[in-house]
């Protein structure tokens, strides 16, 4: 089972990367299973048609007991696995004790062993890379982290503390950066930046995706491109990325 992360500046594209990825690599044959790690529960809806899933925390505060795989994981596009963490309350508690909990009772539920998926993709929040957040590549959850990013400046000052948390733990044999994708949003000189970024916190880019006004189509339908628009150049970009992170 291979084991992903992707973090990612807050509206930087992230799960809109995920989920065609997770679709892609469907396509390919592969079992996937997507887990959305961001209170906004909202990185599996174009999976879904659009439809909001119960996520793990809700769904522990309504039932309490007696919870099944069934009440919190869905089938999605092409049979993609989909699962919502959640969080809490606006203005209640913490977020990254959210994931903390949706982690455990997956894990108490044995979800891996029962759905045996062949790759497990985990789209975390990255602005504040907390013990929560962090959870993914800490504890073994995830072996490989990509971090979607673009040319902008917050978004790259969220790529190097990310990067930053991720080599705190690949020194005890936790996950390790692979790579950044740039989900280009047509700032000058973008490529050029991003590749600097990358040579300074001793990475490369993965892949480059373009702005596409397919996506934006595909997510009005609550769908993904892959699904949508299968055989759009845009498709063809996120299957490249599926064909390079299965390999």
Same mark, same amino acid.
């Given at each position: 089972m291979k084991k992903i992360a992707f973090y990612g500046k807050g509206g930087i594209g992230k799960s809109t990367t995920t989920s065609?990825?997770?679709?892609?690599?469907?396509?390919?044959?592969?079992?996937v299973m997507q887990i959305g790690c961001d209170p906004k529960a909202d990185s599996t809806k174009n999976l879904m048609r659009g439809r909001a899933i119960p996520?793990?925390?809700?769904?522990?505060?309504?039932?309490?007991?007696?919870?099944?795989?069934a009440d919190i994981v869905f089938a999605g596009y092409?049979?993609?696995?989909?699962?919502?963490?959640?969080?809490?309350?606006?203005?209640?508690?913490?977020?990254?004790r959210g994931i903390i909990?949706?982690?455990?009772?997956?894990?108490?539920?044995?979800?891996?062993?029962?759905?045996? %998926?062949?790759?497990?993709? *985990?789209?975390?929040?990255?602005?504040? #890379?907390?013990? !929560?957040?962090? +959870? %993914?590549?800490?504890?073994? *959850?995830?072996?490989?982290?990509?971090? #979607?990013?673009? !040319?902008?400046? +917050?978004?790259?000052y969220a790529a190097s503390n990310i990067s930053s948390a991720i080599r705190q733990f690949s020194g005890r044999g936790y996950a390790r950066l692979r790579g950044l994708v740039l989900n280009a949003k047509n700032v000058d000189s973008e490529k050029e930046l991003v590749a600097k970024a990358a040579q300074e916190i001793g990475t490369q880019i993965v892949q480059y995706i373009p702005r596409d006004a397919?996506?934006?189509?595909?997510?009005?339908?609550?769908?993904t491109v892959v699904e949508a628009f299968g055989e759009s150049d845009m498709s063809k970009v996120y299957r490249e990325l599926a064909e390079k992170i299965s390999s």
């Open positions: 065609n990825l997770s679709a892609a690599l469907s396509t390919m044959g592969f079992k996520t793990v925390l809700d769904t522990m505060k309504t039932k309490k007991a007696d919870i099944t795989l092409n049979g993609v696995l989909c699962v919502e963490a959640g969080g809490p309350t606006p203005g209640i508690g913490c977020a990254g909990t949706a982690f455990e009772k997956l894990a108490e539920l044995k979800a891996f062993d029962y759905f045996t %998926p062949d790759i497990v993709i *985990y789209d975390v929040l990255g602005d504040v #890379v907390c013990g !929560g957040f962090a +959870m %993914p590549i800490r504890e073994g *959850y995830a072996e490989d982290v990509y971090i #979607v990013t673009s !040319g902008e400046m +917050m978004s790259l397919h996506v934006q189509q595909a997510e009005n339908a609550g769908c």
